[in-house]
């Protein structure tokens, strides 16, 4: 006897694309039957030619709460990943005050998030200067590895290393076996923007500056043994030093994020700060090369970096507006109409947005359709298509760079452990091995 049943003639098993009966008990994918299954079940759902995706897991949301619960909250942050189809967020250490660099901090933000979760939640911990003695206390608790920065991060709470700070923390890290991702821009090769346009912000930080701080945590991890990933990769100038570090063998992982991949540079609307990010949304040419890496597996993963703020702080100024995207529930979709319209099929999409992120942030039982792993199930229709209004998307700030775009695919059910997300905040804290 199970207690849900999901058939649908395409799921997304980690073998490929195929006919199934989804057989869940509590909580957990029981096993996989022929489409046709007889079975005994409580509820049974039959997707027919919907596509049902492991749920994604988003390795990259700045929540910021607390202390900047105006900006995002996890209430709003976890409704608008469900309706996303993410099942899984791993939070951020900024822009919540507390930034999460101590035990103490990590308690308070356990504390803002205590029911309040609409999905499963996880977090990273910070690296600043300074906290290297609270590293391995936070692993004990559960992190699943630590941010830092090696340019200014945007607030002042949350420092960033020089690379000597850099080298002791990630010799901490790989004493215990940690991981320490990384907003890999070289502060040397980084401007003041000239003026207040977008080609002005974007020549203010070039993709030499993310190539050379990239080449600088490859050199610290062949040094000290630390496994690394590095956050964000906006420009196509990383894929070299990246794709050469692995064939050497350096434990090195990467990501992209839905706006490098489906926006560029040329489209941006003179003074529209939705769309200003650091590092930022570069050219056409670019865009097609990023592509490519994602194709060839030089970029693991594709994750939001949602990172939202108050609409007053997007002053129409590229010089003075606050730096990040807000796309925590139009992920899946974007990716989707761009990824279809470059040939690539859900399986990719499944491994970019669930399978890789969860391996790379080592969170079991998620990421994948198979038996033993945490229903979290997504029914997608992925020929729906929907004009985005940036008010009816469930962040606390209506402000998206999407907002006005027609995106292919709908999520239309989520399921997290077996029950639909329904309003009622089921999500756990994923702390640990648990
Ligand atoms: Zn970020």
Request: aromatic share 6%; glycine share 8%.
């Amino acid at each position: 006897m199970f207690d849900l049943v999901v058939r649908s003639r395409r799921v997304l098993t980690p073998e490929g694309e195929r006919p199934a009966a989804v057989a869940v008990r509590e909580g957990r994918i029981a096993a996989l039957h022929p489409y046709e299954a007889l079975l005994e079940t409580a509820e049974d759902v039959d997707l027919r030619a919907l596509l049902l995706l492991p749920g994604l897991v988003d390795t990259h949301v700045h929540v910021n709460e607390p202390g900047r619960a105006h900006w995002e909250g996890f209430a709003s942050a976890t409704r608008a990943a469900a309706a996303g189809g993410v099942t899984t967020i791993v939070d951020m250490p900024l822009n919540s005050v507390p930034p999460t660099v101590t035990c103490d901090a990590l308690d308070a933000k356990l504390r803002a998030a205590e029911g309040r979760c609409h999905v499963d939640t996880a977090f990273w911990g910070g690296a600043v200067p300074g906290n290297v003695e609270h590293l391995r206390p936070l692993h004990e608790r559960g992190v699943r590895g630590f941010k830092c920065f090696l340019s200014p991060s945007g607030v002042e709470e949350f420092p960033p290393l020089r690379p000597d700070e850099a080298r002791r923390a990630m010799a901490e890290i790989a004493g215990f076996g940690g991981l320490l991702v990384v907003h890999a821009e070289d502060p040397a090769l980084l401007a003041e923007p000239a003026g207040p346009t977008y080609r002005e912000f974007l020549e203010s930080r070039p993709g030499a500056a993310e190539r050379s701080a990239v080449e600088l945590v490859i050199r610290l991890a062949e040094e000290t043994g630390a496994r690394v990933h590095v956050l964000h990769v906006s420009s196509a100038a990383c894929l070299g030093p990246l794709e050469e570090a692995r064939a050497r063998g350096v434990p090195v992982t990467a990501e992209t994020c839905p706006h490098y991949l489906t926006l560029t540079a040329e489209e941006v609307p003179e003074g529209d700060t939705s769309f200003k990010c650091c590092p930022p949304i570069r050219d056409e040419a670019n865009r097609d090369r990023l592509w490519d890496g994602l194709a060839r597996g030089v970029l693991d993963c594709v994750v939001s970096d949602h990172s939202p703020s108050t609409a007053d702080l997007k002053v129409p100024d590229f010089a003075a507006a606050w730096g990040g995207v807000a796309s925590l529930q139009l992920g899946l979709s974007a990716v989707w109409t761009e990824a279809s319209r470059r040939g690539y099929g859900p399986a990719d999409v499944a491994r970019w947005m669930s399978t890789r992120p969860a391996a790379i942030a080592g969170i079991p039982r998620k990421g994948a359709v198979e038996p033993g792993y945490d229903a979290d199930l997504v029914a997608f229709d992925p020929d729906a298509t929907a004009l985005v209004d940036a008010r009816a998307l469930h962040h606390r700030n209506p402000v998206t760079p999407y907002h006005g775009r027609t995106l292919r695919g709908a999520v239309l059910t989520t399921w997290l452990r077996g029950r639909p997300v329904d309003g009622e905040p089921r999500g756990t804290f994923l702390l640990g091995e648990k």
